[in-house]
T-cell receptor, first 114, second 118 residues
Framework: EPEVTQTPSHQVTQMGQEVILRCVPISNHLYFYWYRQILGQKVEFLVS????????KSEIFDDQFSVERPDGSNFTLKIRSTKLEDSAMYFC????????????FGNGTRLTVT | AQTVTQSQPEMSVQEAETVTLSCTYD???????LFWYKQPPSRQMILVIRQEAYKQQNATENRFSVNFQKAAKSFSLKISDSQLGDAAMYFCAYRSAYSGAGSYQLTFGKGTKLSVIP
């Protein structure tokens, strides 16, 4: 069964540094998402991406965040200047084009900002 | 904005027994989708079951079933014959059927941690 893959599984970075989290969504999916889960808290929506542009974003997704689909397969989340509070699990997800299509999640990238 | 509430932070169940996890949601919409996701210690998010709001019949997937009460805005998950591998965080999630912005994003509850006792 096709799956969403994320790399790296764990990223440690220093405060103020830029990080890029990478995702390969399921190939025939049309919608792509990033979610964040701070340890012990609920999963929070960051951004959705469709037709090569952001279709929706939350208030968490401020100017330090950006997303890109640089080629036909990768979907990246860039955090420009990381802060301690950016430490979290970041999940990429993708879904098909129908309303009842569930989101398929990757295994997540654990980001630790020191 | 829609909200999803899971009132049980933690639950436990004896192996082979049945457990029900509760979820309520708040929405003014009439059409939407509801999901249960499982997050084991590996942290992966795994879809367990989904329900379309326009369907009266409760969804079932093997040992997992839901009790969907639309009027009460309740969407509980029942796990029958619990197994050790069912131990995980369980998240209830809501998705609107009205997506003018071209997004089908999910709104999650805070989760219920399920422990299975051998």
């Amino acid at each position: 069964e096709p799956e969403v893959t994320q790399t790296p599984s764990h990223q440690v970075t220093q405060m103020g540094q830029e990080v890029i989290l990478r995702c390969v969504p399921i190939s025939n999916h049309l919608y792509f998402y990033w979610y964040r889960q701070i340890l012990g808290q609920k999963v929070e929506f960051l951004v959705s991406f469709y037709n090569n542009e952001i279709s929706e974003k939350s208030e968490i997704f401020d100017d330090q965040f950006s997303v890109e689909r640089p080629d036909g397969s990768n979907f990246t989340l860039k955090i420009r200047s990381t802060k301690l509070e950016d430490s979290a699990m970041y999940f990429c997800a993708s879904s098909g084009g129908q309303l009842n299509s569930p989101l398929h999640f990757g295994n997540g990238t654990r980001l630790t900002v020191t | 904005a829609q909200t999803v509430t899971q009132s049980q932070p933690e639950m436990s169940v004896q192996e082979a027994e049945t457990v029900t996890l509760s979820c309520t949601y708040d929405t003014s919409e009439s059409d939407y989708y509801l999901f249960w996701y499982k997050q084991p210690p590996s942290r992966q998010m795994i879809l367990v079951i989904r329900q379309e709001a326009y369907k009266q019949q409760n969804a079932t997937e093997n040992r997992f079933s839901v009790n969907f009460q639309k009027a009460a805005k309740s969407f509980s998950l029942k796990i029958s014959d619990s197994q050790l591998g069912d131990a995980a965080m369980y998240f209830c999630a809501y998705r609107s059927a009205y997506s003018g912005a071209g997004s089908y994003q999910l709104t999650f509850g805070k989760g219920t941690k399920l422990s299975v006792i051998p």
